[in-house]
């Protein structure tokens, strides 16, 4: 059985390794070569009657753009040989086109546009940077992502990555297009959803945007190899992402297709205590999984956006297994689906579980604390645990209604398998089989050899005794 550990072990980690996209993070110097002291824009988003996201921030999108970008702009000036700009001071509505011919005629090497998100549905969470298509503004916007975005991910924001957007016109944010257009490189940076829950925590004070402005500083400081005496800090030696791609670079090219694969293989029901274990796997060669969410009515509704597993779009990796523990109602005939989400929010939806039986339990008495009785709740024993969901063990002390655990070798091999594994032991039975096969072969090859020569022997004492 330990063979078998092993072989599956094996596999899994040969999956997790090299399926879906990678991005080597080794280090490497900037691509982008900047003659004297380096000049850079700071550009607030929106102003004047243009307000920008106006869901459920603590000011209009225009005013916290105005703040992070006037800290990034008094954190950029404590740095010795660098010149900064901001492309509005006050509260005024600017066109793209002049925005860009302002970064024109200051000779800028960078233009940052400083924004804050919200998405149509207010589920999005996490903070995404938006980079050139055009060589090879995509490879310097890629190295100054990674250091913007390595600094947010370090503070446990969620990571929505690097990206482009392909539009009519060439490029489809028109400030990137406008500035690009002038032979400058630019970059979008969306700090975080002001209208979701998880990120609101990040954004929700004028301390936050602040601090937003300092962080953007410290990664442009890195990127551009910068010292500051009054920071006392020296970033001269600074080692940025190493890029082996050349541009564009795949990770950042929009993902149109939804996920490959998603399935949720039944695990097991605990009627008792109202719970229904399942395994979910999922791929998507393109890009990484980011998110999922989870119904229980057979589609009708579905939960709000959860992380998924392991999902760390800057190395380009994800679990690609997890196990997924809900909490069902009293009264319910539960239906489950599980929606995959790649980084570009496409999504895949899985096959149905349709429970044979409806769940009736003393809902006052199981319901307080779902991971207290740990003998009821299926969870991560001889797994890995559940560290890289960022929220599955937390999250349900307060009440959630599901808990993930990220699943090893070792527990997938024990619980019901996936199709995957399925194929992967026939395929160890197969070899099993055919080593069997060649044994025996052998065996009775050498039996054969033993008795002719035996036969031989006994012709040749029979000759003997008749001569
Ligand atoms: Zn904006």
Same mark, same amino acid.
């Given at each position: 059985m330990k063979f078998f550990k092993a072989i599956f072990g094996a596999s899994a980690l040969f999956l997790i390794l090299f399926l879906g996209p990678c991005i080597s993070a080794s280090a490497a110097g900037r691509l982008q070569p900047i003659d004297g002291n380096p000049v850079i824009v700071i550009d607030p988003g929106h102003g004047g009657e243009n307000m920008?996201?106006?869901?459920?921030?603590?000011?209009d999108e225009k005013y916290m753009d105005m703040v992070t970008a006037q800290a990034l702009y008094d954190e950029l000036c404590l740095y010795d040989n660098v010149e900064v700009y901001l492309t509005?001071?006050?509260d005024i509505d600017v066109s793209f086109q002049e925005r860009a011919a302002f970064a024109q005629s200051v000779n800028a090497d960078f233009l940052f546009s400083i924004h804050y998100n919200a998405s149509e549905t207010h589920e999005l969470f996490g903070s995404e940077v938006w980079v050139p298509l055009s060589a090879p503004f995509n490879n310097y916007g890629y190295q100054i992502g990674y250091e913007l975005l390595t600094g947010m991910q370090e503070r446990d924001l969620l990571i929505r990555g690097i990206k482009t957007r392909k539009g009519?016109?060439?490029?489809?944010?028109a400030i990137i297009r406008e500035t690009v257009a002038l032979d400058i490189p630019a970059a979008i940076i969306?700090?975080?959803?002001?209208?979701e829950d998880r990120d609101k925590g990040y954004c929700d004070s004028e301390e936050d945007l602040i601090q937003f402005g300092k962080d953007d500083a410290t990664a442009i400081a890195k990127y551009l190899g910068l010292k500051s005496s009054i920071l006392n800090? +020296?970033?001269?030696d600074y080692q940025l992402v190493d890029i082996s791609?050349?541009?564009?670079?795949?990770?950042?090219?929009?993902? =149109?297709?939804?996920?490959?694969v998603c399935q949720i293989t039944f695990l097991e029901a605990d009627y008792d205590a109202g719970y229904l274990s399942f395994s979910v796997s999922a791929a998507d060669y393109d890009s990484p999984l980011l998110y999922y969410t989870y119904s229980i009515d057979g589609g009708q509704t579905y939960s709000e956006r959860k992380i998924?597993?392991?999902?760390d779009v800057l190395a380009g990796k994800y679990d690609d297994i997890f196990i997924l523990n809900l909490a069902v109602p009293s009264g319910t005939k539960p239906s489950v689906i599980v929606r995959a989400y790649n980084m570009f929010d496409p999504y895949t939806e899985s096959n149905r579980y349709d429970s044979p039986e409806t769940f009736y339990y003393n809902e006052a008495q199981e319901?307080? +604390?779902?991971?207290?009785n740990g003998d009821d709740v299926p969870s991560e024993?001889?797994?890995?645990?559940?560290?890289?969901?960022? =929220?599955g063990t937390g999250a349900s002390?307060?009440?959630?209604s599901e808990s993930v655990a990220v699943s090893g070798s070792a527990v997938a091999a024990e619980k019901p398998v996936s199709f995957v594994t399925f194929l992967e032991i026939c395929l160890v039975i197969v070899i099993f089989l055919f080593i069997i096969l060649l044994i025996s072969q052998g065996i009775a090859y050498h039996n054969r050899k033993k008795r002719r020569r035996q036969r031989r022997n006994d012709a040749g004492e029979n000759r003997n005794q008749h001569r």
């Open positions: 920008g996201t106006q869901t459920g921030g603590i000011w509005r001071t006050t009519d016109r060439g490029e489809y944010y969306e700090h975080c959803h002001v209208d800090v +020296d970033y001269s791609d050349s541009a564009p670079i795949a990770s950042t090219l929009r993902d =149109e297709t939804a996920p490959d998924w597993p392991g999902s319901s307080e +604390d779902p991971e207290a024993e001889g797994g890995t645990g559940a560290e890289g969901s960022g =929220e002390a307060a009440g959630d």
